[in-house]
């Protein structure tokens, strides 16, 4: 399924003492697929509400990063961990927990 993360960066500055928030968008596709247990047990997760996906980015090379937004079947959850797959040190794929 096509789905997109969205970024969102906060820079302050200096000059003027002001916050300025920028979004990116990352598009890539994504599948959902079984769950590592013991990463549930350790972010105290439950996979029925915080599923885990195959994300893969339509760029190589761009990493979800925890916080990242995302929606799935028309809701919005945040990455709560992300398992980068970089055989060569830049991403291809990675598997995601999401939560809401």
């Known amino acids: 399924m096509a789905t997109n993360l969205t970024r969102k960066t906060k820079t302050h500055d200096r000059a003027t003492d002001t916050f300025t928030t920028t979004e990116t968008t ?8 079984r769950g590592d247990p013991a990463a549930y047990r350790t972010l105290e997760l439950v996979e029925s509400e915080a599923p885990t996906l195959l994300w893969v980015p ?7 990063r ?5 929606t799935w079947n028309s809701l919005e959850y945040t990455v709560a961990e992300v398992f980068p797959l970089a055989p060569d040190g830049v991403t291809i794929h990675a598997r995601i927990i999401i939560r809401r």
């Open 66 to 70: 925890p916080g990242d937004l995302l």
């Open 58 to 64: 339509q760029t190589y090379g761009q990493t979800p």
């Open 26 to 33: 990352i598009p890539g596709v994504a599948m959902r697929v």
